[in-house]
């Protein structure tokens, strides 16, 4: 559903360009007045990104180069230009954030002789641009040139990389722009301090396309790096599949067609970065009908808590008695799914089932408990039997699968993206992307696609060190910002850095058991994951009330307090109800709650906190509640690594 208001700008008559004449600038303005992109169009194109008055991106280039040796933006003349001035909104399918997202937008669209256009939008939030084509058949991309160039040498919050093969799983670090060098990658989102502001950088809408990262072009300057099509590949086994040899162009795709947007968040404070939706503004809009049967929720999830189960009169593993116990589990705390991971099927071929396995009995055991199965699968046996094995999933009822290991983005894989999600669309079928690339559109245009990793999340602590609360309190202020992260918390065995150990088959976590409560309010998954053991929840009564109890889905959503790496402090409501999460990085600190987004009348807090020893025993934790108005000032007091998790009810109800 669309509630609109469109003002359109008279459209600007424009002369033909001559050559050498001056560049001609065009401008789009946010609805705030605040911030400006302009692009400027002579020899070159450029573009320019201002904020209150200051450049924040000093003119940067850009262009498409076509495999016929074409350069759109270069010696571009132009054949017309209009501007508008929008204030829309949109009721996303799936809430990630806001029942209703605004959609207001300053834009300019300029169109070029030889059948070419470039659009660009500034937001209150940040601005955006793309390319347009209107050419007949089809095309080949050999480049693109996207720059980003910025004063001096700024540090950028950034993970790395040196391959285009990867699950995107980095751990984040401050870096100058200049070191994003040699065979260094920057992945995106990639965020930029520039001194007054904050500037991050991804992009939206990317389909029968390469994934954009950075790489640094000097002091101050960052250029798109992209994968090239894939020529020859090579199956080492079920899912690594090597690119080995490449074609020198990025994608043969439509010749009409919008190509993906370049996006860049502005933000005066890092908490403005949380409530963001960019991404999702400038993401296609949805292509399904019928979207009754999409159910958000959480997960009872088997394989980072190895399946342990204890107390049971069989043996725990891959088999239907233990998927039983899980589906009693689940339907206990009222979650919707479990997840039969990696072993459910023999690898490489999809409908083996292992024995031992019943799926058809399992997805009938938990129809008749309110509980749906969702399967695991391998991203290329599924690509190789995505009709037979989606047409058996539809069969069994199952209600969604969590396709993995892609461990890449150029052309060919992005387009298995959206193959799967409308292929499991059809069938009505949840989608769960891991070893997955960054989230860039594609769960608006298919909001059955309902969460992507690329992140490295809490699994890493069965065999890392590097999840640590720093990590923790970077991810929403970078990662994030692309879209649903499925982080996958929930441990109950929880430890202070220093007594941490990472142990494959009994997992721990980093931090306090409120910084893992908490991570169900700031981090954003429609479809979140429960990912300690039945057998730990079910000795947890008190974690269970909060983990029962919280959304996975939000109708509204207030970034308080949040410093990159330092802290977050975050408020989300539901119905009438509010969640408050806050974690802090290895520092303990007090954090001031300001409850005057809660509406009139008494309302009951239930507080899940740091309790007096955390800072020794990370499993430290007391629950509380109070009464609460909306001018209550709570002090919130985090241990080291720590967090507090709240639900705000009103009184009586």
């Known amino acids: 559903m669309r509630l609109r208001s469109i003002r359109c700008a008279a459209s600007l008559a424009l002369a033909a360009a001559t050559a050498g004449a ?6 789009a303005r946010s609805p705030d007045g605040e911030t400006v992109i302009a692009l400027a169009v002579g020899p070159q194109v450029t573009y320019t990104v201002t904020h209150r008055g200051r450049t924040l991106v000093a003119p940067s280039p850009i262009s498409l180069t076509l495999g016929d040796g074409r350069v759109l933006g270069h010696d571009a003349r132009p054949s017309g230009a209009r501007t508008r001035q929008v204030s829309d909104s949109v009721r996303p399918v799936v809430a990630v954030k806001n029942a209703i997202v605004g959609e207001r937008y300053g834009e300019v669209h300029v169109d070029f002789r030889g059948g070419y256009a470039l659009e660009a939008r500034a937001y209150d939030d940040g601005v955006a641009y793309r390319w347009i084509t209107s050419l007949p058949d089809s095309v080949t991309v050999q480049s693109e040139e996207a720059t980003f160039r910025f004063e001096g ?22 870096v100058p722009i200049d070191s994003i060098a040699g065979r260094k990658m920057g992945l995106l989102p990639l965020l930029v301090d520039v001194g007054a502001a ?63 947007w370049r996006v860049l968040f502005v933000a005066d404070e890092d908490r403005e970065l949380l409530e963001s939706e960019l991404v999702y503004r400038l993401a296609p809009a949805n292509r399904l009908t019928d979207v009754s049967w999409i159910r958000p929720g959480k997960v009872a999830w088997d394989w980072w808590n190895a399946l342990n189960v204890t107390g049971v009169p069989f043996r725990a593993g891959v088999n239907t008695d233990t998927y039983k116990y899980y589906i009693d589990f689940a339907a206990r705390y009222h979650l919707p799914y479990i997840i039969l991971d990696e072993g459910w099927y023999k690898l490489g071929d999809l409908m083996s089932v292992t024995p031992g396995v019943d799926v058809p009995e399992l997805v009938r055991y938990g129809e008749s408990k309110g509980v749906g199965v969702i399967l695991w699968v391998v991203w290329h046996t599924l690509d190789l039997q995505m009709t037979p094995a989606l047409d058996q999933f539809r069969r069994w009822g199952v209600k969604g ?42 769960n608006r245009a298919y909001p059955n696609v309902l969460s992507f990793e690329g992140v490295k999340g809490l699994e ?47 997992p721990m976590s980093q931090g306090t058991r409120a910084h893992q409560l908490a991570m169900y309010v700031v981090y954003e998954s429609p479809l979140q994951m429960l990912a300690d053991s039945p057998t730990q929840y079910l000795r947890e009564a008190e974690s269970m009330e909060f983990l029962e109890a919280v959304p996975t889905t939000w109708d509204e959503t207030r970034a308080l307090d949040g410093r990159v790496g330092e802290h977050v402090l975050v408020a989300r409501r539901s119905g009438s109800e509010w969640y408050v999460g806050a974690m802090t990085n290895d520092r303990a600190r007090t954090l001031a709650l300001d409850l005057s987004f809660l509406g009139d009348g008494p309302y009951t807090l239930d507080a899940w906190e740091d309790g007096p020893n955390a800072d020794r025993d990370g499993t430290d934790y007391r629950k509380t509640s109070r009464s609460v108005t909306r001018g209550t000032r709570v002090e919130l007091h985090l241990a080291p690594g720590g967090g507090y998790a709240a639900r705000i009810r009103r009184t009586g109800q």
């Open 198 to 260: 904050k500037v991050a950088i991804t992009e939206s809408d990317l389909e029968s396309y390469a994934g954009m990262y950075l790489a640094s072009g000097g002091p101050g300057t960052l250029h798109g790096v992209f994968p090239q099509a894939a020529r020859a590949e090579h199956a080492r086994n079920d899912r690594d599949v090597d690119v080995t040899d490449r074609f020198p162009y990025l994608a043969r795709t439509a010749g009409r067609r919008t190509f993906p």
């Open 153 to 174: 040498n700024p540090t950028a919050v950034v993970g790395l990389d040196s391959t285009f093969m990867t699950h995107q799983e980095p751990a984040w670090g401050r």
């Open 460 to 506: 890493n602590d069965k065999w890392s060190t590097l999840v640590t609360p720093t990590h923790d309190v970077t991810l929403p202020f970078t990662r994030m910002l692309a879209g649903p992260m499925d982080y996958t918390p929930g441990a109950m065995i929880n430890a202070q850095p220093r007594q941490f150990r990472a142990v494959f088959e009994r």
């Open 22 to 27: 001056q560049p001609r600038t065009y401008s």
């Open 401 to 442: 699968i969590k396709v993995d290991f892609m461990q890449r983005d150029d052309q060919a894989i992005v387009d298995f993206y959206w193959r799967t999600a409308r292929e499991a669309a059809a069938r009505h079928l949840t989608v769960d992307f891991h070893g997955a690339h960054k989230p860039a559109g594609l």
